[in-house]
């Protein structure tokens, strides 16, 4: 009695390929050892019979276990496991999975396997933060510019491009970045990248060896302490007040960092703006240290009293800052475009960093982006979104003043896109947001976001992707939430 007849085969099932499935005993056969190296697998014709398939589908089965490795023919004679699986099987002997050792994870594994857990809802909930509203009119015009790339394909779409993103596409963004935010730079100088955090992350690669010392602002952005986690830099917890990062605090306890993770127009998650005593006090300090400045000016466009503020990059002159921007905000999240402006010391080593992570930013992408800028809708559209977004805004600080004023206190910024609702009973805020949850409403606790200093408890609501007549029902459940 051979092997064939002993082994428990089955018949193929309804719903995959029958091929597959044979493939797939065979070789089962062979890696739990009923099948040894230099063994004759049954014929075509026999397993066929035995499984009640097509002789086709047995032998296109051996055909791709020959393909693989896996087999070897032999002229007149049949089909045979492999030899030159005689060692590696010994190996690779199935272990009874009560005795087998679990596999060693990495400490890094752990870590970014919890950065994982942190990623934002899928589902829109109010009032999750992040989110933005494209009107009928920016969606037409959005559909016209895919219409009109489509019809335009060159062959540069069909190849490789620059790493650093498409030449047209860097200098509009160049052109934009100039007028709106004062930024000093060239063309040359414009990363494009798959949004900020990507360009955070290159920037941390780039800049931080193991052990470094970096200043954080504290709360603050718990991807940007990841990203540092995953540089295995080290983070120094800098206090940030009504006036944006205290620069003193962070000489103090780290004189010597190497670079500062920074948001100074919209500082996240308390929204103040860093005033300009603090940016002067910054750029004075890293040119003195040597150090280097990240600026994410992650929500730059929506700020709804007066002009936008001016970057750090420009009041530098663009020699120790790295500006990060992102078309994910100022125009929808799954764009998944952005930007970096690097200091010209370092354009051409973060351009080729970019590279060797993805290689290229998507053409086509970058495309419709383009003529969606040349064509005067984004600006356009960042006019009206101002306006709305203000309205939304106000929408959500009346509605939260009027039905939870004696519980909550909300501080209403005058830019970005989500506003701090402080608690004043004294409640956890994460107790908070899992009562919110249940009641489907994503009001994220803010006192994780704080490292050394002392949390003040509060609620993280974003008013950008939800109309206005959308806040007083948002704010009932929350209401329900917290009377509870």
Same mark, same amino acid.
Do not use: C
């Given at each position: 009695m051979s092997w064939a007849d002993v082994y428990p085969w089955s018949i193929p099932e309804t719903g995959r390929p029958v091929i597959r499935q044979v493939y797939d005993q065979v070789r089962g056969a062979i890696h739990a050892g009923a099948l040894r190296p230099g063994g004759r697998l049954p014929s075509s014709r026999d397993l066929a019979v035995r499984l009640g398939v097509a002789r086709a589908s047995v032998v296109a +089965? /051996?055909?791709?276990?020959?393909?693989?490795? /896996?087999?070897?023919?032999?002229?007149?004679?049949?089909?045979?496991?492999?030899?030159?699986?005689?060692?590696?099987?010994?190996? %690779?002997?199935?272990?009874?999975?009560?005795?087998?050792?679990?596999?060693?994870?990495?400490?890094?594994? !752990?870590?970014?396997?919890?950065?994982?857990?942190?990623?934002?809802?899928?589902?829109?909930?109010?009032?999750?933060? #992040?989110?933005?509203?494209?009107?009928?009119?920016?969606?037409?015009?959005?559909?016209?510019?895919?219409?009109?790339?489509?019809?335009?394909?060159?062959?540069?779409?069909? #190849?490789?491009?620059?790493?650093?993103?498409?030449?047209r596409l860097r200098a509009a963004i160049a052109d934009y970045l100039r007028a709106a935010r004062g930024v000093v730079c060239e063309p040359e100088q414009v990363i494009v990248t798959a949004g900020a955090q990507h360009a955070v992350d290159l920037a941390a690669r780039l800049l931080l060896k193991p052990g470094d010392r970096v200043w954080l602002e504290d709360p603050g952005y718990a991807n940007? &302490?990841?990203? @540092?986690?995953?540089?295995? +830099?080290?983070?120094?917890?800098?206090?940030?007040?009504?006036?944006?990062?205290?620069?003193?605090?962070?000489?103090?306890?780290?004189?010597?960092?190497?670079?500062?993770?920074?948001? $100074?127009? !919209?500082?996240?998650?308390?929204?103040?703006a860093m005033s300009m005593g603090r940016?002067?006090?910054?750029?004075?300090? %890293?040119?003195?240290?040597?150090? &280097?400045?990240?600026?994410?000016?992650? %929500?730059?466009?929506?700020?709804?009293?007066?002009? $936008?503020l001016a970057s750090l990059q420009g009041l530098d002159g663009g020699e120790r800052v790295i500006y990060v921007g992102t078309f994910n905000k100022s =125009?929808?999240?799954g764009l998944r475009l952005g930007y970096l402006v690097a200091p010209r010391a370092l354009t051409a080593s973060l351009s080729g960093l970019r590279r060797l992570a993805d290689?290229?930013?998507?053409? @086509?992408?970058?495309?419709?982006? =383009?003529?969606?800028?040349?064509?005067?809708?984004?600006?356009?559209?960042?006019?009206?979104?101002?306006?709305?977004?203000?309205?939304?805004?106000d929408a959500l600080a009346e509605a939260l003043r009027r039905r939870l004023g004696h519980v909550l206190e909300p501080?209403?910024?005058?830019?970005?896109? !989500?506003?701090?609702? /402080?608690?004043?009973?004294?409640?956890?805020?994460?107790?908070?947001?899992?009562?919110?949850?249940?009641?489907?409403? @994503?009001?994220?606790?803010?006192?994780?976001?704080? !490292?050394? +200093? $002392?949390?003040?408890?509060?609620?993280?609501?974003?008013?950008?992707?939800?109309?206005?007549k959308a806040m007083d029902a948002g704010v009932a459940r929350l209401a329900a939430a917290l009377e509870t």
């Open positions: +089965a /051996y055909d791709q276990l020959l393909a693989e490795g /896996y087999a070897q023919g032999r002229t007149g004679s049949g089909t045979y496991v492999s030899q030159d699986l005689s060692g590696v099987m010994d190996v %690779a002997a199935p272990t009874p999975a009560s005795a087998a050792a679990p596999p060693v994870v990495p400490q890094r594994a !752990h870590d970014m396997a919890a950065v994982a857990a942190l990623a934002p809802s899928l589902e829109p909930q109010a009032f999750s933060n #992040g989110r933005t509203l494209m009107d009928a009119r920016a969606q037409d015009a959005w559909s016209v510019s895919t219409r009109r790339a489509l019809r335009t394909l060159g062959p540069a779409h069909f #190849g490789y491009s620059d790493p650093a993103g498409e030449p940007t &302490w990841q990203a @540092l986690l995953a540089a295995q +830099a080290q983070g120094v917890a800098v206090p940030v007040d009504r006036a944006g990062l205290i620069v003193q605090a962070g000489v103090a306890a780290a004189p010597d960092a190497k670079a500062v993770f920074v948001t $100074p127009s !919209h500082q996240f998650p308390l929204g103040v940016r002067l006090d910054l750029i004075a300090w %890293a040119r003195t240290a040597g150090a &280097w400045i990240i600026e994410d000016d992650y %929500a730059s466009e929506f700020r709804y009293a007066g002009a $936008p =125009l929808f999240p290689r290229q930013p998507p053409t @086509l992408t970058q495309a419709i982006t =383009l003529d969606f800028m040349e064509s005067g809708q984004f600006a356009a559209h960042i006019r009206r979104r101002r306006l709305a977004y203000k309205t939304q805004r501080d209403v910024p005058d830019q970005g896109m !989500h506003l701090i609702a /402080y608690l004043k009973d004294g409640r956890s805020d994460l107790e908070v947001e899992a009562r919110a949850a249940a009641k489907g409403v @994503l009001a994220r606790a803010i006192s994780p976001l704080y !490292h050394d +200093a $002392p949390p003040r408890p509060g609620l993280l609501m974003g008013f950008t992707g939800f109309p206005a």
